[in-house]
């Protein structure tokens, strides 16, 4: 019997994208055996060189990590069209309930992960929640090695170099072996991989992205096995303190232009409503040459709103995008579109609700031209920055 029962939240209908996670631990956890010793989780600072593989794998030394990884799949016929995502995520030396008997070999961190799946012919979107300690669930230090129970997501390298293997299952109803295969160096957002998200001198994380990895693999669904191919996205941060004061909320997109190009971008959210001047539209061009400048309000314009008929949110879920091209001529317009609506993701566990899904990429004569994942949180009225950053003590900036 497993002795995290009452907290191992298997069946819950939640997940978790590539900025809430830290969310969803502070809230649920906010106290840390750390911080009640008195002592300090490591700082994001500049100018720290991040090393691969070695930096892939987990930082044990921060409060907050994530590995989060969406694709757009089809099958090899063509006529399926899948998005997935999945989240391993650590949080570290939280105080664990006191029904529960610490291990010899638990590490003190609390784990989470999540699954989802969008089926697009059947309009199903299906999505897992897990939470547990080691030895259950463990982030092995450098090298990219997660588990979370049957949930894997290993690198390594065969002849045909570098390759990071994910499984996963979603409750009895769809489980996935897909390898992904980078197809672009890795991306480092911000200075080196120093990626400010506020104005506070501890509001960043170390960001490291590959925005375009080939994957293909089988996925198991009620009309049976399927084989699937497609491309990816991998995001991974490591922080202790990713929010700053007075930042709401959220809305975050990954893009995979047609041509080759690739865009992120993040606009943090103020109290009035506004872009904070942290937030950042970074493009990395078919070679992987990374361009960034500030995102502003004007950038990003909401053109459509969905409202939850289960939690009565209201949700900007298309948009337009006017952004300066990478190579600084004439602004480029697109329109944001989600494939489904209802990818809503209801917190059972945090209490916080937000939206993201998998959408495409038109241009102003509505072509399709790339596919996306977006993110919407802070819209359900949550202070974001007071919840992620509870209990993170950190030293003093110099």
Not at 11 to 31: D, E, F
Not at 96 to 104: A, K, N, V
Not at 158 to 181: M, N, P, V, W, Y
Not at 281 to 303: I, K, N, Y
């Amino acid at each position: 019997m497993n002795p995290l029962a009452p907290w191992n939240q298997n069946g819950l209908t939640c997940k978790v994208g590539p900025l809430i996670t830290g969310l969803i631990l502070a809230i649920c956890y906010p106290s840390d055996t750390r911080c009640d010793q008195g002592e300090a989780f490591e700082r994001v600072e500049p100018g720290r060189k991040l090393s691969f593989p070695a930096d892939h794998g987990s930082h044990p030394g921060f409060k907050i990590e994530w590995w989060y990884v969406t694709g757009h799949l089809r099958d090899r016929q063509k006529k399926r069209r899948f998005g997935y995502q999945a989240t391993f995520f650590r949080f570290a030396g939280a105080e664990q309930p006191p029904s529960i008997q610490p291990s010899e070999s638990d590490s003190g961190d609390w784990f989470l992960a999540h699954m989802a799946l969008l089926d697009l012919q059947n309009k199903r979107f299906l999505h897992q929640e897990r939470l547990n300690r080691s030895p259950l669930a463990s982030a092995t230090p450098n090298n990219l090695a997660l588990r979370h129970g049957n949930w894997t997501f290993e690198r390594t390298e065969d002849s045909q170099g570098e390759c990071f293997k994910l499984k996963g299952t979603i409750l009895s109803e769809a489980a996935f072996e897909f390898d992904l295969r980078p197809s672009k160096p890795i991306t480092l957002f911000g200075d080196q991989g120093y990626s400010k998200k506020g104005e506070g001198p501890n509001a960043a994380s170390y960001y490291m992205t590959f925005t375009r990895m080939k994957t293909s693999g089988t996925l198991q669904c009620a009309e049976g096995n399927l084989s699937v191919e497609g491309e990816s996205w991998m995001d991974h941060e490591v922080s202790s303190n990713q929010l700053g004061e007075g930042q709401v909320g959220w809305d975050w997109i990954s893009i995979r232009f047609h041509n080759g190009r690739d865009l992120m971008a993040y606009r943090m959210r103020t109290e009035a409503g506004k872009a904070d001047p942290a937030s950042t539209l970074a493009w990395v061009d078919p070679e992987g040459t990374l361009t960034q400048q500030a995102l502003s309000d004007d950038m990003w314009q909401p053109v459509r709103f969905w409202r939850s008929p289960e939690t009565l949110i209201t949700y900007p879920v298309e948009w337009e995008l006017h952004l300066p091209s990478s190579k600084g001529s004439a602004k480029e317009s697109y329109r944001v579109v989600p494939l489904f609506d209802g990818q809503e993701m209801i917190g059972r566990i945090s209490g916080v609700t937000y939206w993201e899904g998998a959408c495409e990429i038109r241009d102003a004569s509505n072509q399709v031209v790339g596919e996306a994942y977006m993110e919407l949180a802070g819209y359900d009225g949550h202070r974001l920055s007071e919840a992620l950053n509870a209990e993170a003590r950190l030293p003093e900036a110099e």
